[in-house]
């Protein structure tokens, strides 16, 4: 598996599943959320809400992963995770580490070959980048991948770059 970083917009991605840093209520939101949902258009909405009306009545637990399709998007599924909230009291590592490791278990489940992950709970839950660097690189390296080839971490900015360029080079 070969992991790289690059500055960019996750939404222009041409990679078999584009993940979406959700939240519980599966139902957008502000950030990559609302990016994703935006460019997707309300054929992904409605899938959202296919969920929630289906398997998960609750919503998506944090730390878990569901795929839908992508919509208007170039990729061809949206992987929905749900990160910690740090803002909320959740900073256990080992749930944003789930986030990368359930995320890649569906992309698997769907053959993906190429993954494209934002920096998920680094915005609006308020997790330090070079924490999230740190556990996402360690998460996806130390998964047992088959199907995925390419995992590129899609950051917003050249600081959140070079913080995960710098997990990536030790990887
Ligand atoms: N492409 C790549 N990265 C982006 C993009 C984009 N188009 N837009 C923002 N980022 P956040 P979270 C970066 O807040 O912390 C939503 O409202 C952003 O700069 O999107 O997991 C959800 O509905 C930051 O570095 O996700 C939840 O309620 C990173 O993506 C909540 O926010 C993640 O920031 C989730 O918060």
New binding site residues.
């Given amino acids: 598996m070969r992991l790289e970083a690059i500055v960019?917009?996750?939404?222009t991605q041409a990679v078999d599943a584009v993940v979406n840093?959700?939240?519980s209520s599966l139902l957008?939101?502000?950030?990559?959320?609302?990016?994703i949902h935006r460019a997707a258009g309300p054929e992904l909405l409605q899938e959202c809400r296919a969920l929630r009306a289906g398997d998960l009545p609750d919503g998506l637990p944090v730390g878990q992963a569901v795929a839908t399709g992508a919509g208007e998007l170039p990729a061809r599924w949206v992987i929905h995770t749900v990160?910690p909230?740090a803002n909320a009291g959740q900073t256990d590592p080992a749930l944003l580490a789930s986030c990368f490791i359930e995320s890649l278990r569906v992309a698997e489940e769907l053959s993906a070959a190429s993954v494209a992950f934002?920096?998920?709970?680094?915005?609006?839950?308020?997790?330090a980048?070079s924490d999230v660097a740190r556990i996402a690189v360690q998460a996806v390296s130390g998964f047992p991948a088959r199907s995925v080839e390419l995992v590129r971490f899609?950051?917003?900015?050249s600081d959140?770059k070079a913080v995960f360029d710098r997990r990536v080079d030790i990887a």
């Fill in positions: 960019g917009d996750i939404t840093a959700a939240n957008g939101g502000g950030g990559v959320d609302g990016a990160g909230n934002p920096a998920v709970s680094g915005g609006v839950y308020g997790w980048m899609v950051l917003f900015s959140a």
